[in-house]
């Protein structure tokens, strides 16, 4: 299949142009890859049964990994879920558009594929002008996976769409660097308690001050030396660079000699080295940059990665470690132990 590739760069009637017939492809049941603020999404019209089974396709994604269904304002819920909840209208009203999923009931016309067999769809307004303009004139909810191969390190550049997806989908609209960088907080509003099945920046205090209750993180969420999480997604092998990673944890400078010292062993080896290391706690920027790193070390070629880890009390490392732990497959050196180990076997 021959993709089409756009720049929208300047809001004019040539990028209006692109973003409508980017509309009509979804209209018709095609895939179009567009940005949004969190990371770059698959589309396809949600309500649409092939449409959605043609994203699994491109993406090589397994079947009972729901997706995300996009809207461009709150009323279009309405199409998705019979009724919207006092939560969930506080929590749109005061967050949306912008980096937060709530999962809710679905009604029957939603597809099991779009939701992967469960009763349940999630929903989200993405905060990018690109999305909610390609969702408004497509007229209908927009399902979108992030759109890397499945397994890769989800897409923060029009590049990282490009190398993965080129050839397999109809367009891809480009627009940019994604600016959050890691994917929407997941929040669970069907039980009792409001529960997060995915971290991310929008953190579980700021979530429990708009409602003014508790809210929950996932135990499989939590404990993030273990994979039994709620959402899905969560259990498959993710963000995977091609090279061997390993993290390291400890005091920050003993962590980076540490590096520094392994890099040139390795290196000495005829081993190529890569390091991911963040210069302060400014986790939102580690969380801007962290997919793009493992990409770009991918393309350098190097055979082993070596990351620093982020303070895990911080809600932003938090989520960035989430990330981190299953590109590395949880391998992480704790410096205060002086040993490796794979944090799924330590229970
Ligand atoms: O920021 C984002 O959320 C990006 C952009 C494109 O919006 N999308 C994204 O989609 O990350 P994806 O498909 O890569 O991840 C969706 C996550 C998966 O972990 C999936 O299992 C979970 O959300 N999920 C989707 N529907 C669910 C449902 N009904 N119940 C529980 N988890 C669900
Ligand atoms: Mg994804």
Redesign the pocket.
């Known amino acids: 299949m021959k993709t089409k590739i756009v720049t929208i760069g300047e809001w004019n009637n040539k990028a209006l142009d692109d973003i409508d017939e980017a509309a009509r492809i979804l209209r018709e049941g095609g895939l179009v890859a567009f940005p ?1 603020e ?5 589309g396809a019209d949600a309500l649409n049964a092939d449409a959605v089974a043609a994203i699994y396709g491109a993406k090589g994604r397994p079947s009972d ?4 269904v ?1 809207v461009a304002k709150v009323s279009d819920c309405l199409a998705l879920t019979p009724t919207l909840t006092s939560s969930f209208q506080i929590l749109a009203d005061r967050f949306w558009p912008g ?1 937060l ?1 709530m ?1 809710v009931p ?1 009604k029957p016309e939603v597809p099991e594929l779009t ?2 067999g ?1 009763p ?3 929903i ?1 307004m ?1 905060e990018h002008p690109v999305a909610l303009e390609l969702i408004r004139r497509s007229g209908c909810p927009i399902a ?4 890397n191969r499945s397994g890769r390190p ?1 897409p923060t550049k029009g590049d990282h769409v490009v190398e993965d997806l080129d050839g397999r989908i109809h367009m891809i609209l480009m627009s940019g660097d994604c600016q ?1 960088g ?3 907080t ?1 929040l ?1 509003l069907t039980g009792e308690i409001p529960t997060i ?2 971290p ?1 920046i929008l953190s579980a205090g700021e979530l429990a001050e708009a409602l003014g209750t508790e809210v929950a993180i996932d135990p499989g969420v939590l404990d993030q030396t273990v994979e039994k999480p ?5 259990k498959y092998t993710h963000y995977a660079p091609k090279a061997k990673m390993v993290i390291y944890q400890g005091p920050k400078e003993r962590v980076h000699l540490e590096m520094i010292r392994i890099k040139e062993e390795k290196e000495k080896e005829g081993q190529k080295v890569g390091l991911v290391a963040f210069e302060n706690q400014e986790y939102r920027e580690a969380a801007r940059t962290f997919f793009a790193k493992l990409r770009e070390l991918d393309l350098a070629g190097v055979d082993l990665i070596l990351a620093e880890a982020l303070d895990e009390q911080d809600s932003i490392g938090f989520a960035v470690m989430n990330r981190m732990l299953k590109s590395a497959g949880y391998r992480v050196v704790d410096l205060t132990k002086d040993e490796e180990t794979d944090r799924r076997k330590e229970q």
Do not use: C, F, Q, W
Request: glycine share 10%; net charge positive.
């Open positions: 949004t969190t990371v770059y999404g698959l990994n729901p997706l995300i996009h980096p999923t999962v679905k939701t992967g469960l349940t769809v999630a989200r993405p979108a996976p992030s759109a989800s959050v890691i994917e929407s997941v669970d099945l995915r991310g709620k959402a899905p997604g969560m």
